[in-house]
């Protein structure tokens, strides 16, 4: 990728070696199968219902058609308010390549649910399209909210870092995922951030809003 550095490329190179790995490991039945079977028993004689009805509202956090466009607009008031177009462009190539990414990888693989049902078109289990959203919006979303003024955006910011966590655990907890589907959300999620963070900045510096610019300008005077 043109314009990245070399810690960014050795960051999304170990990312999609690792997703690669457990691919592997779920096409061909590997040790990381039965530690998946092992986990998920565990998690089954664990749940709570209250908790777990807590866990499903949080699963709707990386529910792609409710996430990815409340992701753009508010990429898109950023950059308005900013008068610059790299949050919305960032925003915009993340979305596509969580979409190409997840769908593609799910047809490839095929992985029946937990419940043992058989993928129909495109909805695999593996990647996990939950934590892959969740890890790619609210990743991105932290990176914008991070560079506006004032006090309360690195707070947002970090609040914002947490909710991948807390929606693979939830997809673990409510038995929606295999855990290697969960993992493998995150090393993809990853390195869709990077690489739309990167790809972004190919557009040019001086890519502006004017509309927003002369607000700004009006304001100040």
């Given at each position: 990728m043109l314009g990245a550095t070399r810690r960014e490329l050795l960051s999304v190179a170990a990312l999609l070696t690792g997703l690669a790995l457990i691919g592997w490991q779920v096409i061909t039945g590997g040790a990381l199968v039965h530690l998946d079977i092992t986990v998920r028993h565990y998690l089954l004689a664990a749940q709570v219902t209250p908790v777990r009805?807590?866990?499903?509202?949080?699963?709707?956090?990386?529910?792609?058609?409710?996430?990815?466009?409340?992701?753009?607009?508010?990429?898109?008031?950023?950059?308005?308010?900013?008068?610059?177009?790299?949050?919305?462009?960032?925003?915009?190539?993340?979305?596509?390549?969580?979409v190409l990414t997840v769908l593609t990888l799910k047809a490839v693989v095929a992985r029946p649910a937990t419940d043992g049902r058989p993928p129909s078109v495109l909805s695999g289990a593996w990647p996990s399209g939950h934590t892959t959203t969740a890890t790619?919006?609210?990743?991105?979303?932290?990176?914008?909210?991070?560079?506006?003024?004032?006090?309360?955006?690195?707070?947002a910011a970090a609040v914002?870092?947490?909710?991948?966590v807390f929606v693979g655990l939830s997809?673990?907890?409510c038995d929606y995922?295999?855990?290697?589907?969960?993992?493998?959300?995150?090393?993809?999620?990853?390195?869709?951030?990077?690489?739309?963070?990167?790809?972004?900045?190919?557009?040019?510096?001086?890519?502006?809003?004017?509309?927003?610019?002369?607000t700004a300008s009006q304001n100040r005077a």
């Open positions: 009805w807590l866990g499903l509202a949080i699963t709707y956090l990386g529910f792609a058609p409710l996430a990815v466009p409340i992701f753009v607009a508010v990429a898109a008031t950023i950059s308005w308010a900013r008068g610059s177009s790299e949050p919305l462009v960032t925003a915009v190539l993340g979305a596509l390549g969580l790619v919006v609210y990743l991105l979303l932290a990176a914008m909210v991070r560079d506006e003024p004032g006090p309360a955006p690195p707070y914002l870092r947490c909710v991948p997809l673990l907890y995922h295999w855990l290697s589907d969960v993992i493998a959300g995150y090393l993809l999620g990853g390195a869709i951030v990077i690489s739309a963070q990167v790809l972004a900045r190919r557009f040019p510096p001086d890519s502006r809003l004017p509309l927003a610019r002369r």
